[in-house]
């Protein structure tokens, strides 16, 4: 069974443009979770998709949004870059959502803010 | 809210040894999960080792072991016969409580040296 894919793997964008990143998860896997990681605030919860539906969001700005597909492929959107969204951007799949059940990671996206 | 601190920033320890990785967390829910995860620098995010909190009992895969105290809110991670491929940041985490996330700690640079 294939693992969670991410697209692209690397990004090169400067301040004030748009981004969009995509994320497929495992197959059977209904939930997508986003998380930011850099080196200062570390691995941070951006949101949570299952159904379609957003079920959790994390403390970002209304610039960081998202969206889950019929096919359970999710793709987050980042409006007006900034220099500290420069990080890698990871999704993780998993079964379901509402009790824990293992999420697993992409290889996630390097996006970096020139 | 839920918080998770690693203090260690960085450790070393030479080939075939043991070492040991420290985290503590806060939280005021009962029933929660903890895990340690594994970033190599290829970046992809491996679960390591998991533990529910009802649980007693240590959890042991491998080479890898937890010492799970509930009362004093601490989940160590000891990796016995380090290997040159345990080279990683180590990532505590917490799950639990009303929100769907996993909560990180900052990391661990954990260096297996020949």
């Known amino acids: 069974k294939a693992g969670v894919t991410q697209t692209p793997r690397y990004l090169i964008k400067t301040r004030g443009q748009q981004v969009t990143l995509s994320c497929s998860p495992i197959s059977g896997h209904r939930s997508v979770s986003w998380y930011q990681q850099t080196p200062g605030q570390g691995l941070q919860f951006l949101f949570e998709?299952?159904?379609?539906?957003?079920?959790n969001k994390g403390n970002f700005p209304g610039r960081f949004s998202g969206r889950q597909f019929s096919n359970s492929r999710s793709e987050m959107n980042v409006s007006t870059l900034e220099l500290g969204d420069s990080a890698l951007y990871l999704c993780?799949?998993?079964?379901?959502?509402?009790?824990?059940?293992?999420?697993?990671f992409g290889p996630g996206t390097r996006l970096t803010v020139l | 809210a839920q918080t998770v601190t690693q203090s260690q920033p960085e450790m070393s320890v030479q080939e075939a040894e043991t070492v040991t990785l420290s985290c503590t967390y806060d939280?005021?829910?009962?029933?929660?999960?903890l895990f340690w995860y594994k970033q190599p620098p290829s970046r992809q995010m491996i679960l390591v080792i998991r533990?529910?909190?009802?649980?007693?009992q240590n959890a042991t895969e491998n080479r890898f072991s937890v010492n799970f105290q509930k009362a004093a809110k601490s989940f160590s991670l000891k990796i016995s016969d380090s290997q040159l491929g345990d080279t990683a940041m180590y990532f505590c985490a917490f799950y639990g409580g009303s929100q769907g996330n996993l909560i990180f700690g900052k990391g661990t640079k954990l260096s297996v040296k020949p």
């Open positions: 939280t005021s829910e009962n029933n929660y999960y």
């Open positions: 533990q529910e909190a009802y649980k007693q």
């Open positions: 998709y299952f159904s379609e539906t957003q079920r």
């Open positions: 993780a799949s998993s079964l379901w959502t509402g009790h824990y059940n293992e999420q697993f």
